[in-house]
């Protein structure tokens, strides 16, 4: 997953090396030696990671931090605190400052680039919330502040643990809280448990004696409804493989022994405040949004909130430098379905072609009903290579199996997909025309199949 990071260290020799290391990883990176430099750059072009120096002269990493978290326009950037400090007292404190991490110089290159790819998997799903909740309030019928003030208190956090004396601690250390704690010794019993009740945060060792409590991630990752609940992983020194291992399979946070209370008390906070931040900004835009931007038949968007959204998404791209593709996707032959069985299979048609096109996107992607058996897909960060393998999946999905059409039966439906990839001068309507375009002329070339504009 690419991404644009931001280093900030005022040593020239350990950006260019930190630099190099992230270059080779496909990364774009920019610097800054020091800290006002580096509130004007991400004021200026948003990165999507900082990986900010503790020790600078001026203004330190901790006010760099706290500085960057009290601006609306940067306080959503995940930060990553570097330096040669390793004490307990000082990861707390930039966690308190509002640091998503604290690697201690030499930088472990595994668990460095683990944490990246976590960060930007977490960055960009909490990114496409808060453009939907933008969106919203363009329509002026968006609910309340979703980033006001949080209470995380009372907790309600899943212990996965075999160890009495590490539940003990763990408990202890979370006191001040006031959490609601419930454990469990295995990753089976975890799943479970996730299943039946509305956690905020788990908390899983890998020192487990009848189980490997990395496969608590896939798990978990695996389930609608826990597939954004935080994970904290607790390892100890030798663990870093694991860790890493854990952080590429969803889990967003580790803790390494021995534990300190302090800073088990301070990440397990700041993880609890992102998983109701993001059920804040979740509940916000599904109460404001369902009736004013949903499509009634189908339950994807509208052509209204498409309208809306594309902009954002195209404006969003060009300033990031990502690119963003198009699909305009046509029910073949919908007419015929209409004649021949009735109106309510064709209502049954539309339903089942939105739920496949639905099933087979990522979190990230959208899809409206443009108008009559016409749909359109928003594919962010989405290049025509990668476009054109998303639109062979979705063509083999609808086309591979009948659809139910009620008491008619099953019938064979298949799409023409027409797909377009954002250009340097594209605007939304030159966009969304050759995309429509490229349906047509897949539809001139004998349907059930895809053109590119």
Not at 76 to 94: C, F, Q, Y
Not at 366 to 383: I, K, S
């Amino acid at each position: 997953m690419s991404g644009r990071i931001l280093v900030v260290d005022d040593n020239p020799l350990n950006v260019k090396l930190l630099a190099a290391r992230l270059t080779r990883e496909y990364y774009a990176v920019t610097t800054a030696s020091n800290g006002l430099e580096a509130l004007n750059l991400a004021q200026q072009e948003p990165p999507d990671i900082i990986l900010l120096d503790v020790m600078m002269p001026d203004m330190d990493g901790y006010e760099t931090c706290r500085r960057l978290r009290g601006d609306p326009r940067t306080q959503h950037i995940p930060v990553i605190m570097v330096t040669a400090l390793s004490d307990a007292e000082d990861r707390i404190k930039g966690l308190e400052a509002g640091a998503q991490d604290f690697l201690s110089k030499p930088i472990h290159d595994v668990a460095l680039f683990a944490r990246v790819r976590s960060l930007l998997r977490l960055k960009m799903v909490m990114d496409e919330w808060r453009m939907r909740h933008s969106t919203g309030s363009s329509f002026g019928i968006t609910t309340g502040q979703y980033d006001e003030a949080l209470d995380v208190n009372k907790p309600n956090i899943l212990l996965v643990t075999d160890d009495p004396l590490e539940h003990d601690q763990i408990k202890q250390a979370l006191q001040p809280l006031h959490p609601k704690l419930h454990q469990v010794t295995q990753t089976e019993a975890a799943k479970n448990a996730a299943r039946s009740a509305d956690y905020d945060l788990v908390i899983c060792s890998l020192a487990l004696q009848q189980d490997d409590g990395l496969r608590i991630c896939p798990e978990l990752r695996g389930q609608e409804q826990t597939r954004h609940v935080p994970i904290l992983l607790i390892g100890d020194q030798t663990d870093y493989e694991r860790v890493a291992r854990g952080l590429d399979l969803g889990a967003n946070d580790y803790l390494l022994e021995p534990l300190d209370a302090t800073e088990l008390l301070a990440r397990v906070t700041n993880q609890v405040r992102f998983r109701r931040s993001y059920e804040r900004l979740k509940q916000s835009y599904e109460q404001s949004l369902s009736l004013a931007v949903t499509d009634p038949l189908t339950g994807s968007f509208n052509r209204r909130y498409f309208d809306n959204h594309l902009p954002r998404l195209m404006e969003r791209g060009v300033s990031l430098n990502k690119p963003l593709a198009l699909l305009v996707i046509d029910a073949d032959h919908f007419k015929r379905i209409n004649d021949s069985y009735g109106h309510a299979a064709g209502d049954a048609v539309l339903q089942e072609l939105a739920n496949r096109l639905l099933q087979n996107l990522r979190p990230s992607d959208f899809v409206a009903r443009y108008g009559g058996e016409e749909f359109v897909v928003v594919l962010p960060e989405t290049d025509n290579a990668t476009a054109q393998g998303i639109a062979t999946r979705l063509l083999e999905t609808v086309g591979g199996k009948p659809f139910n059409i009620g008491a008619a039966g099953e019938a064979p439906v298949t799409v023409s997909i027409g797909l377009a990839g954002m250009q340097a001068n594209d605007t939304p309507a030159t966009l969304f025309q050759r995309a429509d375009q490229a349906a047509y002329g897949a539809k001139q070339a004998g349907r059930n199949q895809i053109v590119a504009a």
